[in-house]
């Protein structure tokens, strides 16, 4: 997994030096040359975050992180006629859910998640990107959640083949309720190789962690960081080559 996921992350763009610390990857310091409303559609943000990360590229448009859940339709129409800042207010609140993303019911076949979306990216092969309707359900919200609450988006890995195995590339990753997500602080221009790098955003992974537990439906998570795990006692565990991406399992 770890030399197939630096691989695919090159792909996803030129790698760049993470010689940055945490501190200036988050400052609002590149926001100073424009902070106008006609840069507040969605692919301004988008293309904001892509480069930079944090929530400085949503704070421009009158973003706050405590505006966590969304209605995501209304809230990008807003934002592409131009609505600014006034958009966040009508459409995001504590209690307005950020979309349809719990079926009713179990499925009996796997879905396929989309190769990119709001709030997360995709690497790692295509023909492992299957899960259960509600674990792709979950994925969505998860990036909505972390994306609105941290400016950096998912990098979304592995879960399982169209029939429900893991076409022996992992131990696990059977019957589409497992995921592996790379660690935060990957943006399509930096890439984040292990924890142990500068570019590696301990308090983003924090907020990636809680938000799966606020979620709900999980039942454990392994990931190598120890100073993360502390925060979560006795629902994360270690496991070799866990220190490149986080694994989630999911209830059915």
């Known amino acids: 997994m770890k030399n197939l996921f630096a691989l695919v992350l090159v792909s996803l763009a030129t790698v760049v030096a993470c010689t940055a610390n945490q501190t200036d ?10 902070t106008s409303e ?11 975050t892509d480069a930079h990360g944090g929530l400085s590229c949503f704070s421009r448009c009158g973003f706050k992180p405590n505006e966590n859940f969304c209605a995501m339709d209304t809230l990008n129409k807003c934002l592409d006629n131009k609505g600014g800042t006034t958009c966040y207010q009508k459409h995001c609140s504590s209690d307005v859910h950020s ?17 990119s979306g709001y709030g997360y990216e995709t690497f790692d092969v295509e023909s492992m990107r299957f899960g259960q309707p509600k674990t792709i359900a979950r994925i969505k919200e998860l990036a909505v959640r972390v994306y609105n609450k941290t400016g950096y988006k998912l990098f979304v890995g592995d879960m399982s083949n169209a029939a429900g195995g893991n076409s022996g590339r992992h131990a696990g990753h059977y019957d589409g309720i497992e995921v ?31 938000e799966i537990l606020n979620m709900g439906g999980a039942t454990s998570m392994l990931f190598n960081d120890y100073a ?15 220190d490149n991406h986080l694994h989630v399992n999911w209830h059915q």
């Not at 993360?228 to 866990?242: D, E, I, L, R, T």
Request: charge should be neutral; hydrophobic fraction near 35%; include cysteine.
């Open 25 to 34: 990857r988050n400052s609002a310091d590149f926001m100073a040359v424009d």
């Open 38 to 48: 006609a840069h507040c559609t969605v692919k301004d943000i988008s293309d904001c």
């Open 99 to 115: 979309g349809p993303f719990n079926p009713p019911n179990r499925s009996s076949g796997l879905v396929k998640l989309p190769p």
């Open 180 to 210: 592996d997500i790379a660690i935060m602080g990957n943006t399509p221009t930096v890439s984040c190789y292990n924890i142990w790098e500068s570019c590696y955003l301990r308090s983003a992974q924090s907020v990636l962690m809680g």
């Open 228 to 242: 993360v795990q502390s925060k979560f006692p006795g629902f994360v565990g270690s496991a070799s080559g866990h």
